[in-house]
Structure formats: structure tokens, C-alpha cells
């Protein structure tokens, strides 16, 4: 992994890769798409609206792993003084908070029909509304200051601090009485879904995954041409 | 023991002195309670619902807003670089400012909130409850809001700032110590395990946010 932390390195390597992670990205979704819209047969009790579940849960899991990514990230940048590092995390922040932005709406948007309304305060959709504020609460301190070392680190700590969300996500349908759905693709019995079902979900995350992963590389190669901007300016401001 | 004793004195000293510390705070929560059965209508039965759950926000806004003042004066002045420095950890520093800013801000507040369930046609039962709630709940509030003082310090116009980062971080405190209160009053059995939640979240604050606060502070300074 050392390797890889030369930006120079990671600019070339990324640059390589990006034109096959975007194909990638092309053919998984038109895949995923076709096997969750037209192959998956309907729900017995929710008919065709189920089909909102193979762009849902996708875009939940990929939050909560972009924030898993972020600080982890973070705390890679903070102990080992990697820039690269910081700069992966800084990235990964905005695409993060977009997937959780999608995962509320389209769960918003799949709770109306099911539950009949729009948006319960129950354990999971609140503590899923706490990590979009985390998300935005991470951006907003990357912006408020000015010089990039140190508001990696602080960054750095708003992430780690904030990390404590997730397994209360993850478990809250356990731990508290939720109208959501229970685990049931990640337990500790093996997933309860059928595999007419679970295939598809597999394959859109997998979608989703590579597409995180594009647009990942791309936030961090303008990051990092930004970074290379910001130090060319200065240098000629002071020089 | 003795340098932490000190810095306890004279923390508390300078809240005293610096007029108003914890009248202000007092008053916000005062003026904001007010504000609210103005706003929601004079219907008893309704605000004597919302009671509990209004008394804690507002409890939560007052403890934040008045949080940048833990780190702020000492940063400007150039104290916290020489408490950087000294022999006591920087950690127990801030543990230590966090406890005065707790007996002088969030330990008045989490008395005033049951007076202030006068206005609010708080339910008689839910008096004692929302006192105990609120006294284990606030040393929590205090010390996460220093974490958001060492990480918003000499940011321009940090308060919103501080909320942002930290509010997210209060919601458990929240929805614990409004359950502890509904739940002693609709006697539902959960009064005493809301409240073992709400210690344990103090608890791991005391151990947790002085160590978070510690670094934020070191990378300002670096």
C-alpha cells in the first residue's frame, strides 16, 4: 500500500484505470437494471413497487461503507501524515452524502405506498438522517478552514468521532421496534431473501460499488491537481 | 492533583467574574421556552406533551451555544499554547475545563429545566425525572461541546459551525433522556435502563471526547 501513496504514482495508475472502471460502471448497471426490473419477479405483497429495493438498499450500503472508507481514511492520513490519504477521504465525503441523499429519498419515496407516510422517526431512518448530517458536518469543516494539513486533521477527527454511527445503523433495527425491515441479507443465519431476488441486489451493488469507486478516483485526481494548483500559486505569490 | 485543582479554580473564577456566564445561558433557555407555547397556541394538554422533549432541546441548544467559551479566551490569549506544554496532559486540561464549564452552564441549566416545566404545563409526575435525566445527561453535553470547541477554534463565526459537527453527536443523549422522562411517567419500566444509557454515554464521553478535543487542539497548533 506504501507503494501507492506517490501521488505522482496514483495519478498515473488511476488514469489507467479509470476508462475500464467506467465501462465496468456501464455494463453492471445495464445488467443490474435488466435482472432487477425485468427479470426479478414482484413481491407477493408488494407487487411491483419491491423493485424500488434493488436501488434502495444498494445506495444504503454504499454509504455506510463510503463513511467506513472516510474514516478509515482519515485515521490512515492522521497516523501515518499520508496526504493521499487525506485527500481519499476528503473525496469520498461528497459522493457518500449523495448516496445517502438517494437511500432517504428512494426509501421516502418506497415508505409512502408501504407504510403510508413519507418519513417515521424511527431508529433506523433517524440514524440514517444523523449520517447525512455527519457527511455534511465533514464538508463544512473542509471548507471552513484554509490550509490543508491541518484541516485534514481536524477532518480527520470530526470522521473518526463520527464512526460510532454506523453499528448503530446497522444494528438499530435490532436493537430498537422499527417499521423498517430487519437484516436480511447480512445475518448471522445467511441471507432470508430468495435468490431471484438476492442475485440482482448482488449485482446492483456491485454496480454501485464500481461506480463509487470511478467517481471516487475521479473527486481524488481533482483533488489532487487541485492541491497541485493551490502550491504553483503560491509559489508564485511568495517567489 | 494540585495543578488540576488550580486550573478548576481558577476556571470557575473567570466563569464567575466574567459577569454573566451563567446568567446568560439561563436566560437563552428562559427566552426560547417562552418563545415556544407562543408559537404552538396555549393548549394544555398539547404543550404538556411536548414538554419534555421541548425542555431537553432547548437544554441542548443553550449548552452548545455557550461551548466555544470553554477554549476560546485561552486560545486568543495565548494560554492554551502554554497548557499545550505543561506536564499535565493536555487531556485532563480539558477534562478539567469541561467540569467547570458543566458546573457553571450545564449544571444550572439541568436545574432550571424542571422551573422552566411551569411554562410548559410539564406533567407533575415528570418533574423529578426530567431533573435526574438531565443531571446525568448534561456532563455529556459539556464535554462534547468542548470537542466542538477545540475543533472549531479560531474558525470565524465557529457557533454555527460547532452545531453542525455536533448536534448529530447530542441526538442519543436526546432521545435517551426524553425516553428517560416518558418513561417514568407512563411507568412503562424504562426509566431506569434510559437512564444506566444516559451514564454510560456520559462515562464515555468523560473518557473519549477529552482525547478527541486533545488532538483537534494539537493540530490547531502544529
Known sequence: ?239 | MKPLRALLARELAIAWRQGGGIGRAVGYYLVVVVLLPLGIGPDQALLAQLAPGALWAVLLLAVLLSADRILQADHEQGALELMLLSPVPLELTILCKALAHWLTTGLPLALAAPLLGFLLNLQPDAFGPLVVSTVIGTPALSLLGALGAALTLGVRRGGLLISVLILPLYVPVLVFGTGATAAAVSGSGAFVPSLLILLALTLAAILLAPVAAAAAVRAHYR
Not at chain 1, 84 to 104: E, H, Q, R
Not at chain 1, 210 to 218: A, D, G, Y
Open chain 1, 1 to 239: 500500500m506504501q507503494r501507492y501513496a506517490n501521488p505522482t504514482r496514483f495519478m498515473a495508475l488511476s488514469g489507467a484505470a479509470l476508462p475500464w472502471l467506467a465501462v465496468a460502471t456501464v455494463v453492471l448497471f445495464a445488467v443490474g437494471l435488466y435482472l432487477a426490473l425485468v427479470v426479478s419477479p414482484p413481491d407477493y405483497q408488494q407487487g411491483e413497487t419491491v423493485r424500488i429495493m434493488f436501488v434502495h438498499v444498494p445506495a444504503a450500503w454504499l454509504a455506510l461503507f463510503a463513511y467506513l472508507l472516510m474514516a478509515i481514511a482519515s485515521a490512515v492520513g492522521l497516523v501515518f501524515r499520508r496526504p493521499l490519504a487525506d485527500v481519499a477521504a476528503k473525496s469520498a465525503a461528497p459522493i457518500g452524502a449523495c448516496f445517502t441523499f438517494l437511500a432517504l429519498v428512494t426509501g421516502s419515496l418506497w415508505g409512502k405506498p408501504m407504510w403510508g407516510a413519507w418519513w417515521v422517526w424511527d431508529a433506523r431512518l433517524t440514524s440514517v438522517l444523523i449520517l447525512f448530517l455527519l457527511y455534511l458536518g465533514y464538508m463544512a469543516i473542509w471548507q471552513a478552514l484554509e490550509e490543508p494539513q491541518r484541516a485534514a486533521r481536524l477532518a480527520a477527527i470530526v470522521a473518526i468521532v463520527g464512526v460510532v454511527n454506523l453499528p448503530i445503523i446497522k444494528f438499530s433495527v435490532d436493537w430498537w421496534n422499527s417499521l423498517h425491515q430487519p437484516a436480511s441479507v447480512l445475518r448471522l443465519d445467511g441471507p432470508s431473501i430468495h435468490h431471484t431476488m438476492l442475485v440482482p441486489l448482488l449485482v446492483m451493488a456491485a454496480a454501485y460499488m464500481v461506480l463509487f469507486v470511478t467517481l471516487h478516483l475521479l473527486a481524488m485526481r481533482s483533488e489532487v491537481l487541485r492541491r497541485r494548483v493551490r502550491s504553483t500559486v503560491l509559489v508564485q505569490a511568495t517567489g
